[in-house]
């Protein structure tokens, strides 16, 4: 398969997101900016230079460990970064320079935040999740494809049944079976 100089920059660009979606993953729980400080190592705090910072070639060059205090740096990084860059490739090559693309992206960097947040601390952050509901609702009203109805059951009937099935888990496993996270995760998707 020949892949041509846009698909490479997309590649790119989901590997620098994927960066990013890193921070998210890390400061989001904590409650911490996303946007200051720079980036830093979590156990000497030491700001990461922009040399040592560049997605993925960073990980391989410095052997998995920091610069300054060589602790170990979590695989999960490099793991966020290539499953960013490949799954916007994916939809680019699917859906091509286009608005589903955009929309697809945007989604897809949303659902990996969530999920390795997830993976890691066992939340859904709101943070992410409900403005994903608002911005995909106000998002079919002007893409033709997406009827503002179908959104606005999608959000009822994606967050329903599974506020359904949790109140049935906590019934039968008498424990909270499903977080409130879960629900507005699935109303979001819808």
Do not use: W
Not at 82 to 90: M, P
Not at 152 to 158: Q, S
């Amino acid at each position: 398969m020949y892949y041509g100089v846009n698909d490479v920059l997309i590649f790119i660009l989901g590997l620098i997101v994927g960066s990013f979606s890193n921070v998210c993953i890390y400061r989001i729980p904590r409650n911490e900016s996303i946007v200051y400080p720079a980036s830093h190592c979590p156990k000497c705090r030491t700001t990461i230079k922009l040399i040592d910072n560049i997605p993925l070639l960073s990980y391989v060059i410095l052997k998995g460990r920091c610069r300054n205090c060589k602790s170990k740096i979590s695989i999960q990084y490099p793991i966020v970064e290539l499953l960013t860059g490949l799954i916007y490739l994916i939809i680019y090559l699917t859906y091509g320079l286009s608005v589903q693309t955009l929309i697809y992206i945007i989604l897809s960097s949303a659902l990996i935040i969530i999920a390795f947040i997830d993976l890691n601390e066992q939340i859904v952050p709101d943070v992410i999740s409900l403005p994903g509901i608002v911005i995909g609702f106000i998002i079919s009203f002007f893409v033709p494809y997406i009827s503002y109805i179908n959104s606005a059951l999608g959000v009822v009937v994606g967050g329903g049944i599974i506020l359904i099935i949790g109140l049935a888990g906590s019934v039968i496993f008498k424990k909270e079976a499903m977080g409130g996270g879960d629900v507005k995760l699935a109303a979001m998707i819808g």
